[in-house]
């Protein structure tokens, strides 16, 4: 499928991609220098980091919100898009995303064990108790 790029507006073709592949290096180069300089500065700011790694400021609380970063800013203040509560990661806190799909905080459910005799293939299951 052919898509423009949503940074410079080039026509390419990309399953899942919304980036062409030039503008997509520069993100990941962006990204590794963003990493780099936060691991040796771990407590650098976000202005800092920014300045120093010549990245967007809001390129930088992108890499935060996909919880790309495992050194983050100390002055990184997202909050709930929802509630507006301090969050560490993501777009929305773990109560609003609970409100919003209450499997997505408990995860699944395990599913209770049928007995072999409701099974619908009972041929299968008289020849798997046989062996």
């Known amino acids: 499928m052919l898509k423009n790029c949503e940074e410079c507006g080039k026509v390419f073709a ?3 991609r919304v980036l062409c592949e030039d503008c997509y290096k520069k ?3 962006s990204y590794q220098a963003v990493k ?3 691991q040796q500065h771990p407590g650098a700011t976000v202005a800092e980091v920014a300045q120093a790694t010549e ?3 809001d390129l930088i609380y992108q890499f935060i919100r996909e919880g790309r970063l495992s050194v983050v800013p100390k002055d990184a203040g997202l909050t709930c ?3 507006g509560t301090p969050i560490q990661v993501g777009r929305i806190c773990r109560k609003c ?3 919003l799909d209450p499997s997505s ?3 699944p459910q395990p599913e209770s064990r049928k007995q072999p005799d409701e099974s619908r293939v009972r041929y299968l299951d008289q020849i798997r108790r046989r062996r």
Do not use: F, K, W
């Open 27 to 29: 993100v990941q180069a």
């Open 105 to 107: 905080v408990r995860g």
């Open 14 to 16: 990309h399953p899942t």
């Open 55 to 57: 990245s967007d400021v």
């Open 97 to 99: 995303r609970g409100e």
């Open 36 to 38: 780099e300089y936060l």
């Open 81 to 83: 898009e929802i509630c």
